[in-house]
């Protein structure tokens, strides 16, 4: 039921930026207004998502993503409608927007906790979910194109609705194990609100390796991914139409199923180190629409980059949740996703104003610069190079964790839980 929920409401996720982009041009509006449009979610998401994880460490987090995807079933729907009706102000698509990162930060923290509840191996369902993310991926933008060309960008906005109200349909069936009852606090609510957002950032700034990742990413989202979604978008839309921009980023979905696929056989010991590494190629995503190689190169550019992404998220999802006592992931995980986030709507923000003043591919290629420096920047931290993985795959028959054969059982830095 999880993995069948992730999967299509990646799929929504994934038709969303064709639609947006193809719709706002539709009306008028250039490369700003989709960047304005894409960072009114991403922001809102970002500053609302570390309360979301706090009040997920002390929920249901069932409940919290069902009523998380109810919210977004009705904020689409209403975009459906605007479309459908011709009647479309940007303000009004950002409100949408902003609302529905909202509910998207509620949604979120429980989906890192979730996923050790329901599996032993996490590597293994990282992998797994990661795959069928990547396939949604695949198919999202593709059919989101022939819906725009064939029909209107309000069909696709409808489908996204229905997206969410699948994944809600799935998380109410949905049965977890159940957790530890939370001890109660002492004092007012609000202080107890306010000493578990300080217990959740104390534990994520005493990780060098978790807070040295998010301060590399940030840069990442303001130079690279942050501008790309929405210059890519409109220049692939604006040359090629649609259709193509569909195609692209089927590519790109196609690239996410490969890196899934390895992330599921290969384990290493440094995780990190090899999602880094795997992380460079990721660089090609805005240099080769940059670089205007055409459809298939940027078919084939974008292919290398979303499996080197995929694999990445895989071995940083897993080190997260391995590594980080379960009565403070929402809350961690949260953090996390703030901090990689909170950055990409000024990125978003900026890619018209750069794109007027520079030329869009030059920024672009400027993205890909930053992400090799990035994917650098990783591997020069000790902290983050030298973790070591903290989880055991699961031994048939026998009921004890062990440690791998010339595996010491030790920690990268020494802190958080120990290695079970």
């Known amino acids: ?16 930026p064709v639609a947006l982009a193809a719709g706002l041009l539709q009306y008028g509006y250039g490369a700003g ?37 109810a919210a977004r079933l009705l904020t689409q729907s209403l975009a459906a409608v605007m479309f459908f009706s011709g009647h479309v102000v940007l303000w009004q698509i950002c409100v949408i927007g902003a609302v529905n990162g909202a ?24 992998g797994a979910i990661r795959v069928a993310e990547s396939g949604s991926q695949l198919a999202g933008p593709a059919v989101a194109g022939l819906l725009v060309a ?27 194990p159940p957790l530890p009852p939370t001890p109660p606090g002492s004092g007012p609510s609000h202080q107890r609100f306010r000493a578990d957002l300080v217990q959740g950032w104390r534990e994520f700034r005493s990780r060098t390796w978790l807070w040295g990742v998010i301060a590399v990413w940030s840069v990442l989202m303001i130079g690279a991914t942050g501008p790309a979604l929405p210059l890519i978008a409109t220049q692939v839309t ?25 992330a599921l056989r290969l384990r290493p010991r440094h995780m990190l180190r090899a999602g880094s590494l795997a992380l460079f190629a990721y660089a090609l995503f805005p240099a080769v629409v940059g670089a205007g190689l055409g459809v298939p190169g940027m078919m084939a550019g974008c292919a290398v980059a979303g ?16 590594q980080v006592p379960r ?31 520079f030329g869009t591919r030059h920024v672009l290629l400027a993205g890909g610069v930053v992400a090799v420096a990035c994917a650098g920047a990783l591997l020069a931290v000790p902290a983050i190079r030298g973790l070591v993985r903290a989880d055991l795959p699961p031994v048939r028959g026998v009921s004890l964790a062990l440690p791998e054969p010339g595996v010491p059982a030790v920690r990268g830095e020494g802190d958080g839980p120990a290695s079970p």
């Open 1 to 16: 039921m999880f993995f069948t929920a992730r999967a299509v409401a990646k799929l929504g996720d994934t038709m969303l």
């Open 33 to 69: 207004a989709v960047g304005l449009a894409m960072a009114a979610s991403v922001g809102c998401f970002a500053g609302l998502v570390i309360f979301g994880g706090v009040v997920a460490d002390r929920c249901d987090t069932r409940w919290l993503m069902i009523g998380a995807d």
């Open 103 to 126: 509910a998207s930060a509620l949604f979120q923290p429980g989906v890192a906790s979730t996923v050790p509840r329901l599996a032993e191996d996490v590597q293994a369902a990282n």
């Open 150 to 176: 064939f029909a209107s960008p309000g069909l696709v906005f409808a489908a996204h609705a229905g997206t969410y109200a699948l994944s809600a349909l799935c998380l109410l069936l949905l049965r977890l």
């Open 238 to 262: 604006q040359e090629y139409g649609p259709r193509a921009y569909g195609l692209v980023n089927s590519a790109l979905g196609a690239g996410t199923v490969i890196g899934g696929v390895i």
């Open 307 to 322: 499996a080197g992404m995929s694999f990445w998220g895989v071995m940083w999802a897993t080190s997260v949740q391995t």
């Open 327 to 357: 009565d403070v992931l929402n809350r961690i995980h949260a953090y996390d996703v703030a901090g990689s986030l909170a950055m990409a709507p000024v990125g978003q923000a900026l890619a018209g104003p750069a794109a007027d003043a």
